[in-house]
């Protein structure tokens, strides 16, 4: 253990596990540590059930209702992948895909005036949908046509539009689409969680609009892919990577201290023994006192055993409840997977509510979400951010996962830290596995 390391990890939940993947690629050695028994921090999967019910307080063991323990693995925090994303980037980049198997997720909804509607994915499906009138409809392909041609490099798509300083309200009133059609648009196409967008240049609204709609492109279900198991098995998908280029596991080890000398890191205590190190990176449940809360969000999982109504009996779905039909200033969302992803036992799906807390009793605040499936458990965690950039203390510390229900915020913060550490842009072809892996496999 007195060993020397380039970079020690402390936790091993997405974030910390891709960049001890892509810092193992790039021949640093690397040392990652966790507290618990089992991967994925607070991105984990949590199984057996009854794990479930201990983390949660519940009393009693799970009914003989919900089958056998070990049928589910209930992820932590709920999002899906966009499937032209940052993250499946990073997952094809790193060849983790060959350790993964992805299902499409069957549906993206959205709530208006107290009901679910399907977001559109086919030209046939927006023509026949009733979440618009005619005219809007019309108005609305317009406005699409006009960003799928969209291109930053070429100012003849631009149409009048200054990217960097149009703001996206301008656009909105250019092709004169009315309040409903925004909000889907901000909230379920965008993803935006609040309106704050509407006064910013207009460029990064378009650039999301595109992302999701060469995400659907792929796929043509939804623009959303979940991995079979949970999602605890992308942290364990990247391990393997960051152990196949010589990178140290150790699970079960408590911290005892992280040794800072001249407000510089030099290592960390674990069981007596000290490792030392360059650089450390690591969640926020492991520097305290160096990370301030910004907020809360509520998570509620919710053992169903029917698919939610009016989804077509989908056995996956995301519903988006934008902030404006709720009269709140943030979006709610939910995400649903089932027995069919491996996740539950047979015939019973596992919906998981989620939205940034805004009141005293943020129970009442997901209410509308509730009131579409039927609760079961629920959960409040806080969103810690780190206080500084690291470059100083050169410990760099994660963001908690916010209440977007994708990856997107997630990759941000790993390019993020990617820099801070190493000084220069984070770049893709970094993450390319050697074609001559010293370690060899199959």
């Known amino acids: 253990m007195n060993e020397e390391y380039d970079v020690i990890v402390l936790g091993t939940g997405l974030t910390e596990c891709i960049l001890s993947g892509i810092m193992s690629v790039n021949g640093k050695k690397v040392l990652h540590m966790d507290r618990n028994p089992y991967y994925g921090g607070e991105s984990a999967s949590i199984t057996p059930l009854e794990d479930l019910y201990k983390r949660f307080k519940i009393p009693g063991s799970p009914p003989e209702s919900m089958g056998r323990g070990r049928d589910w693995n209930v992820d932590l925090i709920p999002k ?11 997952l094809l980049y790193t060849e983790v895909t060959r350790y993964l198997d992805f299902k ?5 909804f959205v709530y208006k005036g107290g009901k679910i509607y399907k977001v559109p994915s086919t030209e046939a499906e927006a023509l026949a949908s009733s ?19 969209f291109d930053e490099k070429d100012p003849r798509t631009f149409e009048g539009i200054d990217p960097k300083k149009t703001t996206m309200r301008d656009v909105y009133k250019k092709f004169d689409l009315g309040q409903d059609v925004i909000d889907f648009t901000g909230h379920a196409l965008a993803l935006y969680r609040t309106d704050d967008y509407l006064d910013q240049p207009c460029y990064e609204t378009i650039n999301r609009i595109k992302l999701y709609s060469e995400s659907l492109a792929r796929y043509g279900k ?12 992308l942290p364990q998908g990247f391990a393997r990577l960051s152990a196949i280029y010589g990178g140290t596991y150790m699970l079960n080890k408590p911290i005892e201290e992280i040794i800072v000398q001249n407000g510089k890191v030099i290592g960390v205590k674990s069981e007596g023994e000290i490792a030392r190190c360059k650089q450390l990176i690591c969640d926020p449940s492991y520097v305290k006192d160096r990370v301030e809360k910004v907020g809360q969000v509520i998570r509620v999982i919710c053992i169903l055993s029917h698919p939610i109504k009016n989804t077509n009996d989908a056995n996956s779905c995301q519903i988006i409840i934008p902030q404006n039909q709720v009269n709140r200033k943030s979006d709610i969302y939910v995400c649903m997977i089932s027995f069919a992803h491996n996740v539950a036992a047979q015939g019973k799906y596992i919906a998981i509510v989620s939205t940034t807390v805004e009141t005293k009793e943020p ?3 997901i209410r509308p979400a509730l009131e579409l499936l039927e609760p079961i458990e629920q959960n409040i965690s806080d969103l810690l951010v780190p206080k500084d950039l690291g470059t100083e203390s050169q410990i760099f510390i994660s963001r908690t996962y916010d209440a977007t229900t994708h990856f997107e915020t997630t990759c941000d913060d790993i390019k993020n830290i990617y820099k801070r ?8 072809e970094e993450m390319k596995r050697k074609k001559n892996d010293i370690y060899g496999e199959d």
């Open 363 to 365: 129970e009442k605040e």
């Open 131 to 149: 979440l618009m009138g005619l005219f809007e409809k019309r108005r609305f392909r317009k406005f699409l046509v006009y960003v799928a041609n």
């Open 80 to 90: 899906f992948l966009m499937a032209n994303g940052q993250l499946v980037k990073m």
């Open 421 to 428: 550490m190493t000084g220069s842009e984070f770049d893709f």
């Open 104 to 108: 499409v997720t069957e549906g993206s």
């Open 222 to 233: 939804s623009p959303y892919l979940y991995p079979l198991y949970g999602l605890g098995e």
